[in-house]
């Protein structure tokens, strides 16, 4: 207790002597300031009303964000809606990438990064510690890049163009009355409401293109709004729909992790390298280093519509619709050195070992043996959806008492209904070499010269995989009521919020099927290939230096092949799903939650508050699936049983787990303002709280591999989900010092603490699972009777976290047409209290152990730089963030096992934490007015060329190497021309 009471009382020294700022009243444009209706949040009415009627142009909208940041009872952080095209954002993201203690990701996780911001995080935590509403609601989102399992509670930021904003308000400290989820804060998206339009009709639209640099292709833009409201104000409709492409390429290279070479291999013979009880030499190299020409386009499109009726004066009925789809088909090439399989068996020369790393050699020819590897990969169809659907009712019982209704109900998708593949072994008979350049630029690699055009006599078919039919749902409906009484005269007291939430929320995938190939023994096809852009062959050292042009076939080209080569089950999926099935992609999830509240406000002369609890109750009904991918020698199929409906002969048998649980937390919330002069342009804030947020779905469900031991008694391993996760929770502290010292005018500082009870790492554990090899060796087990050994699983365990940081903003006008805005951010993020990863003998060893790493997402330092001018005519504005690199993720060392030659045991080798490194993004916007109703503007986004590179770190998994490369990545240049039109 004495500890914590020293932590909170250095919160609140450091935020007053880190921070500084003042405020003075605008120009004049915004004759009242927003108030507070709900304590602490800002009243939306009246800043919807602000930014949809009176607010146009840059100046006004930043002077509403600070009028509304500083009103506010809690730590919130603001953008309001500026003249369309004035704000270099193509989506929500982009919109509220340069607030303080904001970071933007250009990826779900490890499909690597993309040109377009996609996730938004808080305070340097993970996307998936941040809850993103639309004005107060939840809203479900799915992923067009589907990795086989679970998946993430973060918002796709994609699927949200920046048009729909009204406002976005970051709640940086909780209330009572706030949706829990997010631990690390709250996004919300305030959208526009009909009968806050000044005019009886108003219309908007904006008609352009954009370019992007790499792919050198030009794609249509639209978007449009339509409002119209009765003379008496009691009803109004707003519809608005939004079409928008994007051509996109990225040209990158990858390693796909790191191989040992084993003991008493041939490569470790040459090397001189010593034999060891693990069975590996302690010696690594990269897996399959292979140069990745990805391709899409994308296609957004959607709308809303919103319906408003206010019968009574005291009564007004809302119906809120919103859809959002995006088509993502997409086309996958990757040529690589098939290094994995051919180090420890080649004959070696001009090799070089740095730190543990074979960092460079060169492997001789062999007749007959391929020395590459080729996947072609198209996903025609890919695709992800976002919507919702409410209706509200406000009531103004009495004068001293309102009440608020909805019920809600959305849903996202995200779709791979065809993966048309084919792998090929090339080099035949060639020789290969590569040399690793450190991390910041690609491999350098050779393999023969054979790669300009498909060539039966040097390539041959390999393998055809791809998972067919994934359709992965999320979804939830909900219904709130709340309340709040005012207070007549009641001194310090204000108001009493109150109110409840019963909400279910399912996200499934229940459906996949594999496809192999037939295994022809040739491949007669020779249609005409195709060469890769010169681009792909300038950014990657991998080609120009050796590989010279590469060849591919068309996506119709390749479904064509796959239609004659692959087996699977038939587009529609109508043959062969049974024996198809493949399970590694079925997980089910179902979780019903309950929720009250209760929150009382507070203000005096010169402070104000609020102090609440929110009462959270959970249920959890899991369902994953497990098994094995091997066979016994002297059985047919494996699953031929009605007690495991399993799959097909050769892939194993699988089953059904469940899993339920229950959790109930009290979520208690204080926030203390206080104006410090007369004026209040000088305000102290303090804030504490406890908050929540339930562990992503990809670390609960998803698929269970195990490698199951031959022997009763045999320790087996495995990989996969954790469904007995705890929830999150973390206990936050918040210090903040503003002073708006100007009109337009803010700088300010604030400290924060977030300790993280929960938190999650990935670690080896013991487990008792069904052996499917014993349990289905007809000869040895004939009645079938289930049989059960002991694992090693690599998954997911539950750890402790800190976060600590400092947030520094400073707006500035210059005049009457200039203005800056730089923030900074400084955050440090640390989990410990993991389990250890055991040895291949089942003992605990002396890696590190989970929860020894840094958090996930956490960049230790973000800075953004905004400048703009605006007059009658003419804006203009350039936007610059940067973050440091953040740990990204997990991939294991290599595929298969590694064995122990004492015991005989198989162990999965451990997980290789991987990282992006620093990047910054350069945007500008450049607007010209024409008169009050036409406008035109012109963006550029990722003017820089971002190159974005990840690494991994072996000393974290408790391998014998530092930093090594693992992908670089650049998408090129976006420039937008736009011409709009008001009415």
């Known amino acids: 207790m004495n500890h914590r009471k020293t932590l909170l009382a250095a919160s609140i020294v450091a935020g007053l002597c880190l921070s500084v700022g003042a405020y003075a009243q605008d120009n004049g444009q915004n004759t009242s300031n927003p108030t507070t209706s709900d304590a602490g949040k800002p009243d939306k009415t009246k800043a919807k009303q602000l930014s949809t009627i009176t607010v146009t142009g840059i100046r006004n909208s930043e002077a509403l964000s600070i009028d509304t940041k500083r009103d506010a009872d809690s730590h919130v952080e603001v953008v309001s809606a500026t003249d369309i095209g004035k704000l270099p954002a193509k989506n929500v993201a982009d919109t509220i990438a340069q607030l303080p203690g904001v970071n933007i990701s250009d990826a779900a996780g490890s499909e690597g990064g993309f040109d377009e911001a996609d996730r938004a995080s808080l305070r340097g935590s993970a996307p998936s510690l941040t809850l993103t509403t639309v004005d107060g609601h939840n809203i479900a989102s799915g992923d067009w890049f589907i990795t086989g399992g679970g998946g993430t509670r973060s918002v796709s930021y994609a699927m949200l163009p920046s048009e729909i904003v009204s406002q976005v308000v970051v709640h940086k400290t909780s209330e009572a009355s706030l949706l829990e989820g997010g631990a690390a804060g709250t996004i919300d998206i305030i959208t526009r409401k009909p009968l806050e339009f000044s005019k009886p009709f108003s219309a908007e639209a904006s008609v352009g293109g954009v370019y992007s640099s790499l792919p050198s292709s030009t794609k249509p833009q639209f978007n449009g709004l339509v409002n119209w409201k009765n003379d008496d104000n009691s009803f109004g409709v707003l519809v608005q729909g939004f079409y928008e492409e994007r051509s996109l390429q990225r040209d990158g290279q990858e390693m796909l992790g790191y191989s040992y070479i084993p003991t008493g291999s041939a490569a470790a013979t040459q090397l001189g390298l010593p034999n060891n009880a693990s069975g590996s030499t302690g010696v690594f190299y990269p897996n399959l280093p292979g140069s990745v020409l990805f391709t899409q386009t994308r296609k957004r499109k959607g709308g809303s519509i919103d319906l408003e009726w206010k019968p009574l004066d005291n009564l007004t009925f809302n119906l809120d619709g919103f859809y959002s789809h995006m088509d993502a088909t997409d086309y996958n090439r990757n040529y690589m050195l098939r290094l994995r399989d051919r180090v420890p068996t080649s004959t070696l020369s001009n090799y070089a070992i740095n730190g543990n790393i074979l960092t460079s050699a060169q492997l001789a020819g062999t007749s007959g043996v391929s020395q590459g590897i080729y996947d072609m990969i198209s996903r025609p169809g890919e695709s992800e959806s976002s919507q919702y659907i409410t209706l509200d009712a406000a009531w103004q019982a009495t004068q001293n008492l309102n009440f608020k209704f909805q019920f809600g109900t959305t849903k996202g998708t995200g779709n791979t209904p065809i993966q048309d593949v084919m792998e090929m072994d090339t080099g035949y008979g060639e020789g290969s070499s590569y040399s690793m350049n450190g991390l910041n630029s690609p491999m350098g690699v050779s393999l023969g010269g054979n790669n300009g055009a498909y060539n039966p006599a040097t390539v041959g078919l390999d393998w055809i995989f791809g998972d067919q039919g994934i359709h992965v749902v999320d979804k939830e409906h909900w219904f709130t009521a709340d309340g709040e009484y005012d207070f007549d005269d009641a001194g310090?007291?204000?108001?009493?919020?109150?109110?409840?939430?019963?909400?279910?929320?399912?996200?499934?995938?229940?459906?996949?099927?594999?496809?192999?190939?037939?295994?022809?023994?040739?491949?007669?096809?020779?249609?005409?290939?195709?060469?890769?852009?010169?681009?792909?062959?300038?950014?990657?050292?991998?080609?120009?230096?050796?590989?010279?042009?590469?060849?591919?076939?068309?996506?119709?080209?390749?479904?064509?092949?796959?239609?004659?080569?692959?087996?699977?089950?038939?587009?529609?999926?109508?043959?062969?799903?049974?024996?198809?099935?493949?399970?590694?992609?079925?997980?089910?999830?179902?979780?019903?939650?309950?929720?009250?509240?209760?929150?009382?406000?507070?203000?005096?002369?010169?402070?104000?508050?609020?102090?609440?609890?929110?009462?959270?109750?959970?249920?959890?009904?899991?369902?994953?699936?497990?098994?094995?991918?091997?066979?016994?020698?002297?059985?047919?199929?494996?699953?031929?049983?009605?007690?495991?409906?399993?799959?097909?002969?050769?892939?194993?048998?699988?089953?059904?787990?469940?899993?339920?649980?229950?959790?109930?937390?009290?979520?208690?919330?204080?926030?203390?303002?206080?104006?410090?002069?007369?004026?209040?342009?000088?305000?102290?804030?303090?804030?504490?709280?406890?908050?929540?947020?339930?562990?992503?779905?990809?670390?609960?469900?998803?698929?269970?591999?195990?490698?199951?031991?031959?022997?009763?008694?045999?320790?087996?391993?495995?990989?996969?989900?954790?469904?007995?996760?705890?929830?999150?929770?973390?206990?936050?502290?918040?210090?903040?010092?503003?002073?708006?010292?100007?009109?337009?005018?803010?700088?300010?500082?604030?400290?924060?603490?977030?300790?993280?009870?929960?938190?999650?790492?990935?670690?080896?554990?013991?487990?008792?699972?069904?052996?499917?090899?014993?349990?289905?060796?007809?000869?040895?087990?004939?009645?079938?009777?289930?049989?059960?050994?002991?694992?090693?699983?690599?998954?997911?365990?539950?750890?402790?976290?800190?976060?600590?940081?400092?947030?520094?903003?400073?707006?500035?006008?210059?005049?009457?047409?200039?203005?800056?805005?730089?923030?900074?951010?400084?955050?440090?993020?640390?989990?410990?209290?993991?389990?250890?990863?055991?040895?291949?003998?089942?003992?605990?060893?002396?890696?590190?152990?989970?929860?020894?790493?840094?958090?996930?997402?956490?960049?230790?330092?973000?800075?953004?730089?905004?400048?703009?001018?605006?007059?009658?005519?003419?804006?203009?504005?350039?936007?610059?963030?940067?973050?440091?690199?953040?740990?990204?993720?997990?991939?294991?060392?290599?595929?298969?096992?590694?064995?122990?030659?004492?015991?005989?045991?198989?162990?999965?080798?451990?997980?290789?934490?991987?990282?992006?490194?620093?990047t910054g993004y350069l945007s500008f916007s450049l607007g010209y007015t024409l008169n009050d109703h036409v406008s035109f503007s012109f963006d550029a986004m990722n003017l820089n060329n971002p190159k974005l590179r990840y690494y991994d770190v072996g000393s974290q998994a408790g391998l014998g190497f530092g930093k090594v490369p693992e992908a670089f990545y650049q998408n090129g240049r976006q420039y937008y021309l736009t011409a709009n039109f008001k009415f």
């Open 492 to 918: 310090a007291l204000s108001s009493l919020q109150f109110g409840i939430r019963d909400s279910r929320h399912t996200h499934n995938s229940l459906f996949a099927v594999a496809q192999g190939p037939n295994w022809a023994s040739a491949i007669n096809f020779t249609p005409n290939s195709t060469l890769w852009p010169a681009s792909t062959q300038s950014y990657s050292n991998s080609l120009s230096s050796g590989m010279g042009n590469v060849w591919y076939w068309t996506p119709a080209q390749l479904s064509q092949l796959n239609a004659t080569y692959a087996t699977r089950a038939s587009s529609p999926l109508s043959s062969n799903v049974q024996s198809r099935f493949y399970p590694n992609d079925i997980y089910q999830m179902t979780e019903t939650n309950k929720s009250a509240y209760l929150q009382v406000n507070f203000a005096g002369s010169n402070w104000s508050g609020n102090a609440g609890v929110r009462l959270v109750g959970t249920n959890e009904d899991i369902g994953y699936t497990a098994g094995s991918a091997q066979q016994t020698d002297n059985t047919g199929p494996y699953c031929n049983s009605a007690f495991y409906p399993c799959g097909t002969a050769g892939t194993g048998g699988w089953y059904w787990n469940f899993y339920k649980a229950h959790y109930t937390k009290a979520l208690p919330s204080f926030n203390l303002k206080y104006n410090l002069n007369s004026d209040g342009s000088l305000i102290a804030r303090f804030a504490a709280s406890q908050t929540l947020t339930r562990q992503d779905y990809g670390q609960l469900a998803g698929f269970l591999s195990l490698t199951d031991p031959h022997t009763a008694g045999g320790m087996g391993s495995g990989l996969g989900p954790n469904p007995e996760l705890k929830p999150l929770v973390s206990t936050n502290f918040d210090a903040s010092l503003e002073w708006y010292f100007a009109p337009r005018g803010l700088l300010s500082a604030s400290v924060y603490e977030m300790d993280l009870n929960n938190y999650y790492d990935y670690g080896t554990v013991t487990g008792t699972y069904l052996n499917s090899y014993l349990t289905f060796d007809r000869v040895n087990n004939p009645s079938g009777a289930p049989i059960y050994s002991q694992y090693l699983i690599s998954r997911p365990v539950n750890v402790n976290g800190t976060l600590k940081g400092v947030e520094l903003n400073w707006v500035q006008p210059i005049g009457e047409h200039f203005g800056t805005q730089v923030s900074y951010t400084y955050a440090n993020g640390h989990s410990s209290g993991g389990t250890y990863l055991y040895n291949a003998d089942g003992t605990p060893g002396n890696n590190v152990a989970a929860g020894n790493r840094p958090l996930y997402g956490t960049s230790k330092n973000t800075a953004n730089f905004s400048a703009f001018y605006e007059d009658q005519h003419w804006n203009a504005r350039i936007n610059y963030t940067y973050r440091s690199s953040f740990y990204d993720g997990m991939m294991p060392v290599q595929a298969g096992t590694l064995t122990n030659t004492v015991t005989g045991q198989s162990n999965t080798m451990p997980l290789l934490p991987y990282y992006q490194a620093g």
